[in-house]
C-alpha cells in the first residue's frame, strides 16, 4: 500500500512546523504522497509543494474546512483541487471570519478565572493571527504552567461547559462540500471517530455528506483507535465511500502519530487517491 499521509498542519494555521518542515519531516517518515491540510487556510500550498516536489514526493493540494453540523463542529478535508478556485478561496475568506472575536471572547472567559492575558499569550503562538485557534490557547496555558499537556488543557479549559469554551457558527455543510468540488476536488469526512453523536444522528450526518457530494471519509487516522479503523472501514464499505488515510501531525512532541508511521488501509477499500496515479 501507498505510504500516503493526507492530512497534517504547519504554521500557517495551529501546527508549530512551517510547510517546508513539515515536507522534510514527512519524507523521513517514508511519505510518498502527502498532502499539508491546515485549517481554512491555503497560505502554505505553494511552499508545500515545492518542498514536496523537490524531496521528490508526490503532492496533492489540501485544506480542513470547520463545519458547524447539528450545533457542533465537523471537519471537511478537501483534497486534490485548483488552490485559485474562486469559489474555495471566497469561501475559505469567509470561513475564517469571526476568528480573532472568538479568541478575545476566549481570553474574556480565562481571565474570569484568574488567567490573565491568555489572548496575547496564544498570539505569540500563532503565526497566522487572522487564524488563532483553540491550540494555541493551549500552547500557552502549558507554557504558563495552568496545565502539563494540551490535552490537559482541552479537558480543563477548552471543551464545551469549561472556562475558556466559546462557541462559532462555521461553515455549513453544503458550502464546504460545494467549494471543494467547484475546485475540482474531493471531499473527506475528517476523523469521523471523534464526533459525539448519536448514532442516528451519525447515520444523518453520512448520508446528507454523501448527498451533498462527499466522496471518501478518512478510516486510518491518528485521532481513531485500533477498533475505529475497523469500524470505519466497515462504514465506508456500508455507504461506498473512498477511504482516507492521514496523521492528523501538528506537532512532533504534540501529535499522537508520526508522519508516516500509520497502518495501511484495509486491502478491500478504494484509496481515496485511486484516480489520481
Known sequence: MLNADLHCHSNCSDGVLTPAEVARYAYAGGVKLWSLTDHDELSGQHAAHQAATALGMQYVC???????????????????????????????????????????????????????????GALRYASNPDLIARTHFARYLVEAGFAPSLPAVFKRYLIEGHPGFVPHCWAQLTDAISWINAAGGVAVLAHPGRYRFTPREFEILLTTFKELGGKAIEVITGSHTKQQYQEYAQIARHYGFWASRGSDFHAPKESRTALGSLPALPADLTPVWHAWL
Open 62 to 120: 489540501g485544506v480542513e474546512i470547520s463545519v458547524t453540523w447539528a450545533e457542533r463542529t465537523v471537519h471537511v478535508v478537501g483534497l486534490n483541487f485548483n488552490p485559485d478556485c474562486a469559489a474555495l478561496v471566497n469561501g475559505l475568506a469567509e470561513a475564517r471570519r469571526g476568528r480573532v472575536a472568538r479568541a478575545q471572547a476566549m481570553a474574556t472567559e480565562l481571565a474570569k478565572v484568574g488567567i490573565k492575558d491568555a489572548y496575547a
